[in-house]
DNA sequence: GCCGTTTTCGGCCCGACTGTTTTCAGTCG
């Protein structure tokens, strides 16, 4: 089996928990979390990387060593030190480290003085008190332990999904705005950098001195559990199960702690070797030179005083933004405004809510100038996919739509099912009648890597191939993407004259922002869909927007945010 | 284990909160 760079970073963050919980030196540990990271956010696979005759060591955060590991790694599937630590080190007790409050000290402790191996042996420790009696633990620490191992077996510790953020951030927020007291409030996080998932919702405030905005957050309905309570930052639980943390900062801090909170950990560290080199230093309250405060006011005076332009939230990943910044070579990244229409809908014909004339005064409403209806075919059974004769018959009612709407225009179109040998669903003669087809994958997911990447670009040597839809097939939280090599589905989609779908649904964002930059780098543009069943599902085009955004793509790099005659002049084919 | 405008050793981002202590270690973000 292939092992693709997601493989190797799981085996360098698994050696990462097992020496932690050793008690290996943490400066070490990091060092394979660093890798983990640096591996897993590569644009291209480690294997091509290495057969191109790239050097591993060249990355940030892998040295000789690493290097080495990495393609033993790569060889095998494994390496004969994390082997030889599973024996050292149960390979269960790093699940333990999914408890709230328990790190790798804590998990070594009760390894070692109880012999607790696995959650069952911690709960039953706890329930036995047995916990309470060790060094440095008590009574208290006990109890989180039982209620953290409720809240892993409730799986509630996980990551949710964009829009569920949303629908929890939106109305909290609004609550926090009904007290006087605070003066400016902002989400920040991985909620502000618009990642698919986000673990907790990180929330800002300023606030009039001496007032109790602490206890007024701790008294939002939704609360179910107060985690932490200060005076400048208090942790609560929500019934959903996501954390909310509010911190309370000096308006003259503010961007800094903007900076700070918005995160990513690693965009922060990066800054912080910046200004240590200068010899200041920089935390939530400023950058300061001994004592001075040299910045903190505003976001953009803390980029500006480091020497760099200003970073949009969502390419805060030190995945290069940095070195950009300071070349003032940042992407101007794509702004929603910026997208034309949407060309990937849905409609009654198969296993939409709305007829085509609705969804198409919905997307005019939004101030689009095209729209693509791309029902399924007949494949897709359960979505009462088309047949060709219902294809006519809905190009016929397209033609008549046309000529009533003014200056917007209906694309007849369709997403048409990649079979299992590669082959389209519906015949030539249809195709060729239509303005653009999208292709997708909703069958047969479990296929070998190689056999699924040929099937995709069998499809794609097809001439009436323009985009494929939802390309790695993933629901996030809920279905693992296709084994496809994506290197090659590019490559393939370029020599092709084919374009890669973003498809802007929340439960999919499928391409991934590191993807997205691929298709970039390699010179395919992508589209931004919203695959929408419904005329309300038009507005999931935000979430594609910064998914897009993530991945560095400018107005440019995006097929429809072109004109309709540019359009039509880039999906034909020679 | 990595890295170098303090360059082959000696650092490695920084601060808040909790629980267990009586000055701090552990965890978290």
Not at 162 to 183: C, F
Not at 288 to 306: M, S, V
Not at 473 to 485: A, K, S, T, Y
Not at 497 to 510: A, I, K, Q, T, Y
Request: charged fraction near 35%; glycine fraction near 8%.
């Amino acid at each position: 089996m292939p092992i693709n760079n997601d493989d190797i970073a799981d085996v360098l963050t698994e050696l990462a928990d097992l020496l932690e919980i050793q008690g290996a030196n943490t400066f070490r540990v990091r060092a394979y979390r660093n890798a983990a990271r640096t591996v897993s956010s590569l644009s291209e696979d480690v294997g091509g990387y290495i057969s191109s005759g790239k050097d591993l060591s060249d990355l940030p955060g892998i040295g000789k060593d690493l290097a080495g590991k990495i393609e033993q790694i790569l060889g095998t599937g494994s390496l004969p030190m994390l082997e030889d630590l599973k024996k050292e080190v149960p390979e269960d007790l790093s699940r333990l480290l999914d408890v709230g409050g328990l790190g790798p000290k804590r998990v070594a402790t009760m390894y070692k003085e109880l012999g607790v191996e696995s959650l069952d042996d911690l709960e039953k420790a706890a329930k036995d008190g047995k916990i309470r009696d060790l060094e440095g633990f008590g009574k208290k620490t006990e109890e989180s332990i039982l209620e953290g191992i409720q809240r892993v077996k409730q799986q509630k510790r996980g990551r949710i999904r964009l829009d569920k953020a949303d629908r929890i951030a939106e109305p909290l927020l609004e609550y926090l705005r009904k007290n006087d007291d605070i003066k400016s409030l902002d989400v920040a996080g991985s909620y502000r950098r618009r990642k698919e998932t986000v673990r907790d919702i990180d929330i800002l405030a300023t606030c009039k001195k001496g007032t109790d905005v602490m206890k007024y957050f701790s008294d939002y309905e939704d609360v179910e559990k107060v985690v932490a309570e200060g005076e400048t930052k208090s942790s609560v639980l929500l019934r959903s199960g996501i954390q909310v943390d509010l911190r309370v900062m000096p308006q003259v801090s503010f961007g800094a702690a903007m900076v700070y909170f918005t995160g990513s950990k690693e965009h922060n560290i990066a800054l912080r070797k910046i200004a240590i080199r200068k010899k200041w230093k920089v935390n939530e309250y400023g950058i300061f030179k001994g004592d001075d405060r040299l910045a903190g006011k505003t976001e953009e005076e803390i980029y500006d005083r480091l020497g760099m332009a200003y970073v949009p939230p969502e390419l805060r990943e030190d995945r290069g933004e940095i070195e950009a910044a300071q070349k003032d070579k940042l992407p101007d990244i794509l702004q929603q405004d910026d997208i034309r229409g949407d060309l990937h809908c849905h409609s009654k014909y198969t296993d939409g809510h709305n007829t085509i004339e609705e969804m198409a005064k919905a997307a005019k409403d939004l101030g689009y100038d095209y729209m693509a209806m791309t029902d399924h075919s007949k494949r897709v059974t359960v979505a009462h996919g088309l047949k060709p004769e219902d294809v006519e018959r809905q190009i016929a009612e397209i033609d008549k739509l046309n000529k009533k709407l003014k200056d917007f225009t209906i694309l007849k179109g369709t997403e048409v099912d990649i079979l299992k040998d590669g082959s389209l669903d519906l015949p030539d003669e249809t195709l060729e009648k239509l303005d653009i087809v999208v292709c997708s994958i909703h069958s047969y997911f479990d296929l070998s890597r190689s056999e699924q990447t040929e099937r995709v670009i069998k499809a794609m040597k097809n001439k009436h191939f323009n985009i494929l839809g939802h390309p790695s097939g993933r629901l996030i939280n809920e279905r693992e993407p296709l084994q496809l090599d994506m290197e090659k589905i590019v490559k393939a989609a370029k020599d092709n004259g084919c374009f890669l779908e973003v498809n802007s649904h929340p439960d999919r964002l499928d391409l991934t922002d590191i993807n997205c930059k691929m298709a970039k780098d390699m010179g395919v543009k992508v589209v931004i869909s919203t695959d929408s069943h419904q005329v309300n599902h038009l507005d999931y085009i935000r979430f594609g927007v910064s998914q897009a955004r993530r991945g560095w793509l400018e107005k440019k790099d995006v097929l429809n945010t072109h004109t309709l005659k540019q359009l039509h002049s880039m999906l034909k084919k020679k």
